[in-house]
């Protein structure tokens, strides 16, 4: 039987290549450590609820995240 037309076409699987730091590096140097702990304090407040203000300070997070 030849490989044409069997299951995954005859082609060989490549192993994927991870990113070198992932493709969300964490915070290691701590650039945005000072919106998490502002963002950590207020889900402290309300405790646990997901309050308008808190919000704001989770997007501020994942927006400096993203230009780091």
Do not use: W
């Not at 950590?40 to 203000?53: D, F, I, P, Q, S």
Request: glycine letters at 12%; one cysteine or more; a positive charge.
């Amino acid at each position: 039987m030849s490989a044409f037309g069997g299951p995954g076409g005859g082609q060989i699987n490549q192993k994927p290549i991870p990113p070198q730091r992932g493709s969300f590096p964490l915070d290691h140097d701590g650039e945005c450590k000072h919106v998490m702990t502002s963002y950590l304090a207020c889900m402290k407040k309300v405790r646990g609820v997901n309050e308008n203000e808190c919000r704001e300070f989770a997007k501020s997070y994942l927006a400096c995240r993203m230009d780091q």
